[in-house]
């Protein structure tokens, strides 16, 4: 079974995408209307912007998920039979399988980019990776400090990411290292994603959420949520809005589409760091 996966923030680079334009016409069409729909031209920073200017949240978003939907666009390879998402890029999965046309989820994820940009500017926040130490023990030392920080994203055995305030943070990670972690790198980011901080934007999204129309996806969607094969549009909805304060449970996600009969996965959009993710969470699987 083929299982079709799309990268978050932080896979994007100077010059994305302008492959897809200039050799497809149907890839041309899709950016020029996204430029339309978002009112400035993304591609221009796409093909030629700085790394700087790629990094802002209300550039990076936008630019990932189109990416992602164009080069799913223009694969030979037949549709999935289940898709998935880290962080940003569930939205990409959400169209992949029918449960969003894509302008809809272009204009949810500006959207969700601007939120949670406000919501960085009304409390500091960072982000640290801790390496080569158990799942539970990273969530336990988190849970004994007295600041905000939790474990946000579970990306494979013995790499999580922790998200909190900055002094939460700075406390984790001088524990972690205590604990045992090889590392516990901060992450140069500007905001505490997928943890509590991000509540306001959670607020100030849940009306656009709400609104737009979400349709039953052709193949389930593995949502980082619940890490299950999801049906349901109205519990797809619903967790969409979830994922902004909750841990992106992508680990469990591969395991448990592997689990019901994932053989090959398959990576659209810049770079490949999910690949090398998946490899590390199950050797055995095909990656194309």
């Known amino acids: 079974m083929k299982a079709f996966v799309f990268p978050g923030q932080g896979a994007q680079y100077s010059g994305m995408g302008k492959d897809l334009y200039d050799n497809h016409s149907d890839a041309r069409v899709m950016m020029q209307r996204a430029n339309e729909i978002l009112g400035f ?3 221009d920073v796409m093909f030629e912007g700085s790394d ?3 990094r802002q949240t209300r550039v990076t ?6 990416h992602s939907i164009v080069s799913c666009q223009l694969s030979t390879v037949l549709r999935p039979d289940m898709v998935a998402g880290h962080s940003l890029g569930e939205f990409s999965a959400l169209v992949a399988a029918g449960s969003l046309y894509w302008e809809d989820g272009l204009l949810l994820v500006s959207q969700r980019a601007q939120a949670m940009q406000e919501a960085c500017e009304l409390q500091a926040g960072s982000m640290a990776a801790v390496l080569a130490l158990a799942d539970e023990k990273v969530v336990e030392v988190c849970a004994g400090i007295e600041d905000v920080v939790v474990a946000a994203n579970f990306n494979c055995p013995g790499q999580v990411v922790i998200s909190g305030s900055v002094s939460g943070i700075d406390q984790a990670c001088k524990a972690l290292k205590e604990s045992g972690a090889k590392r516990a790198l901060k992450l140069p980011v500007g905001g505490a994603f997928h943890s509590p ?3 306001p934007a959670a607020e100030r999204l849940a009306k656009a959420i709400m609104e737009t129309s979400f349709h039953a996806p052709q193949c389930p969607v593995y949502q980082n949520v ?3 094969g ?3 549009r109205a519990v797809i909805q619903r967790q969409v809005l979830e994922q902004l304060t909750a841990p992106v449970l992508w680990t469990q996600s591969v395991q448990q589409m592997i689990a019901d009969g994932a ?3 398959y990576e659209f959009g810049p770079g490949d760091v999910l690949k090398g993710l998946i490899r590390k969470i199950n050797p055995d699987v095909e990656v194309g």
């Open 41 to 43: 031209s993304l591609t």
């Open 52 to 54: 700087e200017e790629l």
């Open 61 to 66: 978003q936008p630019a990932i998920f189109l």
């Open 197 to 199: 901080l991000m509540q």
């Open 226 to 228: 619940s890490a299950k």
């Open 230 to 232: 999801e049906t349901d």
């Open 263 to 265: 053989t090959c996965f």
